[in-house]
Every structure is written in structure tokens, then in C-alpha cells.
């Protein structure tokens, strides 16, 4: 079984009758000549991996772990995050330091940043969260 290696660059996708088009940009140095020869309809298994900007595999768990952090950074400036928080039974003083605190011993963790690669701390992160977001809705109703 041949392989064919190439970077590409997705530029389109669209949906169609079959599924799913999706165009990529391939540099004219990078195209393997059988992909060329091959007539249009051939059968291809495909594997691809995004690539970071280091030019390394994206690591989506690293990915997720990112935007878990920002979280936890918005809901502890967030006042209303204070009093669910407060009505928990977990924060005593409505303020961002303490709120800081709270998370942070609530995830087991010692800075906000752990989160990024502690599996544990985001997982009860997104509980708390689901949870919050429970209780805002109820709030408003």
C-alpha cells in the first residue's frame, strides 16, 4: 500500500448530496504526482492532523484545557458567578481575590492555569459551570 504525505490548507467546505466537500490549498511543490494521475471519483482513506502554529500536531485536549481556563477567568469576574457562588455556601465576600480562592480550592488547584492539563479540575469546572448556568436561568424565570 503507497501513502501520500502533504500539507494542505482548508479553504472551502460545503455541504453536497453525498456529505460533505471539503477544498484544500495544496503548494504545487507538495502534490504527490499520483494524487494528480488519479481520475477524479478515486477512493481515498484519509488521516489528518491540524497543525499548531510550532508547526506540531495540535493538542485538542491542550485545545480545550485553554478555553477552561478562560472560563474560570470570566466566572471569577463575573458578580453574578459571586452570588451562586455565595448562595452555595462557597464564597463569603462577593469579590474577585475571593472568588479566585474559592475556585481554585473548590478545583484542588494552586493557580487558575493548572486547569489548562488537570483533567479533574476541568471536568468539576464544567460541572460548577452547568450547574451555575442552572440556577442563573432559574434566577431570570
Not at 507538495?30 to 477524479?40: A, G, H, K, N, S
Not at 485536549?61 to 474560570?72: D, I, N, R, T
Given at each position: 500500500?503507497?501513502?501520500s504525505?502533504f ?24 502534490i ?15 488521516v ?13 485536549e ?56 488537570n ?15 442552572e ?7
Amino acid at each position: 500500500m503507497e501513502t501520500s504525505q502533504f500539507e494542505g490548507k482548508k479553504i472551502a467546505l460545503k455541504q453536497t448530496k453525498d456529505g460533505y466537500a471539503m477544498t484544500l490549498a495544496i503548494h504545487p511543490d507538495d502534490i504527490p504526482d499520483e494524487l494528480m494521475r488519479d481520475f477524479v471519483g478515486a477512493r481515498y482513506m484519509v488521516v489528518m492532523v491540524r497543525l499548531a502554529d510550532n508547526e506540531e500536531p495540535l493538542n485538542r485536549e491542550e485545545f480545550a484545557g485553554g478555553q477552561m481556563v478562560k472560563l474560570a477567568g470570566m466566572l471569577c469576574r463575573d458578580k453574578d458567578f459571586w452570588e451562586y457562588l455565595h448562595e452555595e455556601g462557597l464564597l463569603f465576600n462577593k469579590e474577585e481575590s475571593e472568588c479566585i480562592f474559592t475556585l481554585q480550592n473548590y478545583l484542588n488547584i494552586n493557580s487558575r492555569s493548572e486547569i489548562k492539563t488537570n483533567i479533574d479540575a476541568q471536568n468539576a469546572l464544567k460541572s460548577l459551570y452547568t450547574r451555575y448556568k442552572e440556577w442563573k436561568t432559574t434566577k431570570s424565570t
